[in-house]
Structures are given as structure tokens and as C-alpha cells.
């Protein structure tokens, strides 16, 4: 996509142009915060999934990071909407972005401004299979996952997913789809980008967050529509062997959706193919995306109008 606008600071600038100096602090030290969001297509029209939700991990990424946004809630909320509106009605990834900018070298940031940009893009396979009916094909990377003594793993910034760039780019030089990275004390966390969930004995089960994953607007979907309907579910440590052997597994990201995993580290999980719980979270979540369950529509959905 090269067409269309993208905001910039409170105004909306044509694609080519959105540009900025060479020396922004944010590309030499990381200094930024993000958030993914989807716009999706409903019978009512295109809507915004969960987006006070997003905006509000957004100012709390930047609170960490001592960045004065200078917008409110609200008036992101309506930049979005408005970034949205002044594209082609699509199915959109939605990239706010606060940045420290251009100003003063160093590693210290706070003399410098921090600006915001909000773009939207299709996007749609974010993570690329050679056999989509049987799952993502996932390897245990050698690579840690950062944790909170290292980083504020609460904060969605830019500087956290350099490990998670190393991360996916060794997986796929090995072959793989995905990395599965695994905590200082060797827990599962996550995958370098999406949170993950497993089965074993019709009970799901995801690491807590306080074990260094992000607390993922996904997965909290998930866990809010399983406890909705009633299935069974854990929040607990799951060790790297123990994922080898669970029923299913399946990763949960805004850019991802719900993905199933075929295989870790080359063990087959189950029997190979998607599993049943899987399919039911997956096709549930999409009945809410999509504005066909009741239950979540008012709370989760805000119409692009």
C-alpha cells in the first residue's frame, strides 16, 4: 500500500510523505511505543476491534517511558477513526506509533518531543505456512525472552521486539513458521509476536502475564469469551517439554488472529490436524470480530461511522 493517508501530529498526510528525520531518537535507541489494532468488516459496517482497549495500553506504554502524548484518550480514539475514515473502506492492521523525534543525540530522550503517527495497512498473512490445514510449524529459539528486570515487559515499545526480531528471524532461517520463546527460568512465555495457549484434556491453558509475556488484548479476548461460555481453562507456567505433548496449541495476536500450531521443534501436537477446541475458539472469535455475538458487540466494537 502507497496510496492514501496517514496521520501525523493531528493532521493527515498523503503515504509518500509521511517521513521523518534521519536522526529521530526513536530509530537510534528504540525510544518508542506502539499498538496493532484491527478494523474489520461487519454486517453493520466497518468496526474497530477493542479500540479504547488499545489506546489505553498505549498511554500506559508511554507513561512508562516518561512520554507526554499530549493528546487524551478520546482524541486518539477519533484519530484512529479518522485515519480510517480518510483511507479506502477496508479490513485494516491499524499502527499507532509515539515516538521520541528528532532533537538532542544521547541516550537520554527527554529533551526531545515526542510525536505520534497512526497508519493503516491490509495485512493479511502475517504468519506464512507451507501447509495452512495443519498448523504453524514452531521452534524453541535460543534466544531468552526479556523479562521485567531487563525491560518494562508491560510496555508494548518498539526497543522489546528487537529480541523478538532476532527470535523469528532464526526460526525462519531453520525452516520454521514461528519461534517459541521460553523465560529466564525456562518457561514458556510466548512466540516472538503472539501469545500462546495450549489443550490438554479439553482444558486450555496460557502462561500468566506476570511471567514476562504482554498482557495481549487477543488473548484476553480469548480468555473472556471462554469464561463466557463456560469452557475450562488455566493460568499458569507451562514448561517447554510439557508443550510437546499437549493436545493442541494455538498462538492468539492482533496481526495473527488465532493461528494453530502443527508442530514444535518437530514433534507432532495431537494428531496433527487443527483441533476441535481450536476451530470452536477461532470460529467464536470470529463471530465477534464480525459483530454476529451479542454478548461482546457493545463492549468490544466501535463503529467507523
Excluded at 30 to 45: L, N
Excluded at 132 to 140: D, I, N
Excluded at 206 to 226: F, M, Y
Amino acid at each position: 500500500m502507497t496510496e492514501g493517508k496517514i496521520w501525523m501530529d493531528g493532521s493527515l498526510v498523503p503515504w509518500d510523505d509521511a517521513k521523518i528525520h534521519v536522526l529521530t531518537h526513536g530509530l537510534h535507541y528504540g525510544t518508542a511505543v506502539f499498538e496493532g489494532i484491527r478494523c474489520y468488516k461487519t454486517d453493520y459496517g466497518l468496526a474497530a476491534f477493542r479500540l479504547p482497549d488499545h489506546i489505553r495500553r498505549l498511554m500506559h506504554s508511554a507513561k512508562m517511558y516518561f512520554m507526554d502524548l499530549g493528546y487524551s484518550e478520546k482524541q486518539l480514539q477519533d484519530a484512529v477513526i479518522d485515519t480510517i475514515n480518510a483511507n479506502k473502506p477496508e479490513e485494516y492492521y491499524v499502527r499507532p506509533i509515539a515516538y521520541y523525534g528528532y532533537g538532542k543525540m544521547g541516550v537520554n530522550p527527554l529533551p526531545n518531543k515526542v510525536s505520534i503517527a497512526i497508519a493503516v495497512w491490509k495485512w493479511d498473512e502475517y504468519i506464512r505456512q507451507s501447509d495452512p490445514q495443519k498448523g504453524a510449524r514452531l521452534m524453541v529459539s535460543s534466544w531468552m525472552r526479556i523479562d521485567g528486570k531487563s525491560m518494562p515487559m508491560n510496555a508494548k515499545a518498539t526497543a522489546n521486539y528487537a529480541n523478538s526480531a532476532l527470535a523469528r528471524m532464526e526460526a525462519l532461517k531453520m525452516g520454521f513458521d514461528e519461534a517459541l520463546m521460553l523465560n529466564t527460568a525456562g518457561k514458556v512465555i510466548e512466540a516472538s509476536a503472539e501469545n500462546i495457549f495450549m489443550v490438554r484434556d479439553n482444558v486450555l491453558i496460557t502462561p500468566p502475564v506476570n511471567s514476562g509475556a504482554l498482557n495481549g488484548i487477543t488473548r484476553d479476548s480469548v480468555l473472556a469469551i471462554i469464561r463466557h461460555y463456560g469452557s475450562l481453562y488455566e493460568i499458569r507456567d507451562i514448561s517447554r517439554d510439557e508443550v510437546y505433548i499437549a493436545d493442541e496449541v494455538f498462538l492468539t495476536g492482533t496481526a495473527a488472529g488465532i493461528r494453530a500450531v502443527g508442530d514444535i521443534d518437530n514433534r507432532i501436537i495431537g494428531n496433527g490436524d487443527i483441533g476441535q477446541l481450536t476451530i470452536e475458539i477461532k470460529g467464536k472469535f470470529e463471530a465477534v470480530t464480525q459483530g454476529r455475538d451479542d454478548n461482546f458487540n457493545k463492549k468490544w466494537l466501535t463503529y467507523i461511522s
